[in-house]
């Protein structure tokens, strides 16, 4: 039996690399004052912060000028969802006039059920659909931004597929309308060139678990000169823009993630790409009958969305599982239901090949060679299943 385990599920989270780790071992038993506190014990800690700051600033192309500056672009958040959260709460509050927030069918939880409660408050969503590859039905888009549209919320690039939104244009319809513009941008982050003065963005969220750094650790980035409404209330961390003592360990950790991720931005890109295209490539000679789902000319490098006609995504996985395989069979939100995500669905994907869905989604701990060895598994697996799918055999 192979004991070994081929992780293919880094868009759900990824694993603390150990140059990281490394960065935030001094933060537990050694440097553990609190950044807030007036003695230098705690100082060098609210310096150390200052500098992931800088760093993740860095990855995003924002503006850092130094801990005096109480209008900084980067504020540490608990999450990507908290960063999602506190963006759409700070654009509602910077425009209390407009009542409406655009957003997209296929965005994540946290902005979609964040706009759920917002709707039940009173608030009026609207979302905007995709096409069959996912791309955003743009003139849908602009008819719906209007004067009382506060924020336009759209995901820099899709968890499930991988599909790359036009950001800059998307900005362009909120501005010409007054409204802001954020960015769900947690799983572009690190893995394609972000500048959010060439986007044009308001807000943008990035999630330290889905680029190399702990999971409970997050950033929002916010224009200067946005007033920003926090939402969580309390002490005057963060420029009071968010209350709670910091994550101190966790944020050195993502600065320390936002660097390299930065430095090594285009290699990292060529490479997973490579792989991702050479899988997809092996995958499609190998099977019959199955469709790689989003905007294939403009998708993360390490994301391929898989659908097997006429079997399961839960039993792929079950017998992928039995080789230490691990990917995913869509959103981990969706994971456990038998409905298939609401981003196929928004893409008009059919029943039959929706409900066998895999995404395999890849990190620069993954080789050519755990890659191969997929593709030498995965053929007798869905041959199987298929075997035994009364679907199969009607629609022969
Ligand atoms: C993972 C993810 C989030 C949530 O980030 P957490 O840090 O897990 O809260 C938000 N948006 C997207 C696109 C994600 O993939």
């Known amino acids: 039996m192979d004991k070994r385990l081929i992780y293919l599920d880094n868009n759900a989270t990824t694993a603390v690399v150990p140059e990281v780790l490394e960065a935030m071992m001094p933060y537990f038993c050694e440097k553990y004052g609190n950044p807030s506190s007036i003695h230098r014990f705690g100082g060098s800690v609210a310096a150390d912060v200052e500098n992931a700051r800088k760093q993740v600033a860095a990855l995003l192309g924002a503006s850092y000028r130094d801990k005096d500056d109480c209008a900084t672009e980067i504020i540490f958040t608990s999450c990507g969802t908290e960063s999602d959260n506190a963006a759409i709460n700070a654009a509602l509050n910077a425009l209390p006039e407009r009542k409406k927030i655009v957003t997209t069918a296929v965005e994540h939880p946290a902005v979609l059920h964040y706009c759920d409660e917002l709707a039940r408050k009173g608030y009026t969503v609207e979302l905007i659909g995709v096409d069959g590859c996912g791309r955003l039905d743009m003139a849908a888009l602009e008819k719906a931004v209007d004067n009382d549209t506060a924020v336009v919320s759209a995901m820099w690039g899709n968890n499930e597929t991988g599909t790359i939104f036009p950001v800059a244009k998307i900005a362009k319809i909120a501005h010409a309308k007054g409204a802001y513009f954020h960015s769900d941008a947690v799983q572009a982050a690190g893995k394609v060139p972000i500048d959010v003065n060439e986007v044009n963005a308001d807000f943008l969220s990035i999630s330290g678990h889905k680029l190399h750094a702990p999971k409970g650790v997050g950033a929002l980035y916010v224009r200067r000169g946005i007033p920003f409404t926090p939402l969580i209330c309390g002490g005057h961390q963060e420029r009071g823009r968010r209350g709670g003592t910091e994550n101190v360990a966790s944020i050195i950790g993502l600065g320390k993630a936002c660097e390299i991720a930065l430095a090594n931005l285009d290699e990292e890109y060529r490479s997973l790409k490579k792989m991702r295209d050479d899988f997809e490539a092996k995958v499609k000679a190998a099977i ?10 403009n998708r993360l490098p390490g994301t391929s969305s898989i659908s097997f006609e006429c079997i399961e995504g839960e039993s792929i996985l079950m017998l992928l599982d039995v080789f230490g395989i691990c990917a995913s069979s869509g959103s981990a939100c969706t994971t456990g239901s038998l409905e298939p995500s609401h981003v196929l669905r928004a893409m008009g994907v059919p029943y039959s090949a929706a409900h066998g869905t895999i995404r395999f989604s890849l990190s620069r701990c993954n080789t050519a060679e755990e890659l191969d060895f997929v593709v030498e598994k995965l053929p007798p697996i869905i041959a199987r299943l298929r075997e ?9």
């Open 288 to 297: 019959p009958r199955i469709r790689i789902n989003g905007d294939l000319e």
């Open 388 to 396: 035994i799918s009364p679907y199969w055999e009607s629609e022969k």
